[in-house]
């Protein structure tokens, strides 16, 4: 199946590694010109790297997707590469748990700052030139603890807040051509999770919970984001899709 965006500029936040770099190789591989952007210049560029010695195109951006003046930065770095942003995957993200009894107002604000303005901040930066070309997709990535997660309320809340922002951005986009959808993962094996002390024994109650019998690898989240951000999903908006393997509760 063709997807339809060959040649169409993709940027994908937090894109040096997990989800995100693998979202951006098959982006990619489907033809998308690549920003590949994250708070790691170093890694981002080893993606950006990595995508050009295939053959592709690619870019990386330094740019903390809190801050409204790197994220300007970064979109107009795009635009001056390959002439235009068609596509954004707001997906850098991280959580800082804590039940909520214990948890600082700084760790509270973090993953408030990184999921709920960064998407605030980069969709602002994008969505002009989308509305002149009548045509974008924006996919934003929200997590499966959006039904609850112990020791996640920060994170929780900001997933969910993003499945309300998606929502009600889609309606505010649809006569442009432009789609918002968003995408939750589950557990998903990334390096991060493996470097986690408690990683043994969250992968072991996380497999013992999965309907499938299995769990997520990144290609799984970036075959679903890639769908969702191509001319072939153009009839999907507003929606959230959950690629959890059947899990959905705690
Ligand atoms: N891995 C999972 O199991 C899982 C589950 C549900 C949701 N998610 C979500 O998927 C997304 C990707 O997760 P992952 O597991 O690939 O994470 P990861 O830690 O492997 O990668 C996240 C990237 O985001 C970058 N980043 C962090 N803060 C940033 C900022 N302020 N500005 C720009 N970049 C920043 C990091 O440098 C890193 O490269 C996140 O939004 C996460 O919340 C992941």
């Known amino acids: 199946m063709d997807l339809g965006i060959n ?33 790691d210049l170093a890694a981002a560029e080893a993606v950006a790297r990595e995508i ?27 635009i001056e590469a390959f002439g235009a942003i068609d596509i ?14 214990k948890m600082a107002e700084t760790e509270w604000d ?22 002149e070309r009548k045509w974008g ?4 990535i929200a997590s499966r603890s959006v039904f609850g997660n112990p020791g996640q309320t920060n994170y929780s809340a900001a997933k969910m807040g993003l499945i309300g922002f998606t ?6 986009q649809a006569k442009y051509g432009i789609t918002v959808n968003a995408v939750a993962p589950g557990f998903v094996e990334t ?5 986690l002390p408690t990683y043994p024994k969250l992968r072991e109650l996380a ?3 999965n309907p499938v019998g299995f769990l997520g690898a990144p290609d799984d989240l970036a075959s679903a984001i890639t769908f969702m951000a191509s001319e072939r999903a153009r009839y999907i908006t507003g929606v959230t899709l959950y690629v959890t393997g059947g899990r959905f509760s705690s």
């Open 88 to 101: 954004l995957i707001n997906n850098a993200g991280f959580n800082r748990d804590r039940y909520l009894t």
């Open 7 to 39: 040649g169409r500029v993709a940027v994908v936040t937090g894109g040096a590694r997990g989800i995100g770099a693998e979202t951006a190789r098959v982006l990619a591989a489907e033809g998308a010109k690549l920003v590949v952007s994250d708070i």
């Open 52 to 78: 050009q010695g295939l053959g592709g195109h690619a870019i990386a951006v330094r740019c903390d997707v809190a801050n409204e003046a790197e994220v300007g930065q970064m979109a107009a770095a795009g």
């Open 191 to 195: 390096d991060a999770m493996r470097a």
């Open 110 to 131: 973090a993953v408030m700052d990184v999921v709920l303005k960064g998407a605030f901040h980069c969709s602002r930066a994008v969505l002009p030139g989308m509305m």
């Open 167 to 172: 929502r009600a951005l889609s309606l505010e």
């Open 137 to 140: 997709r924006i996919v934003n």
């Open 207 to 209: 497999l013992a919970k």
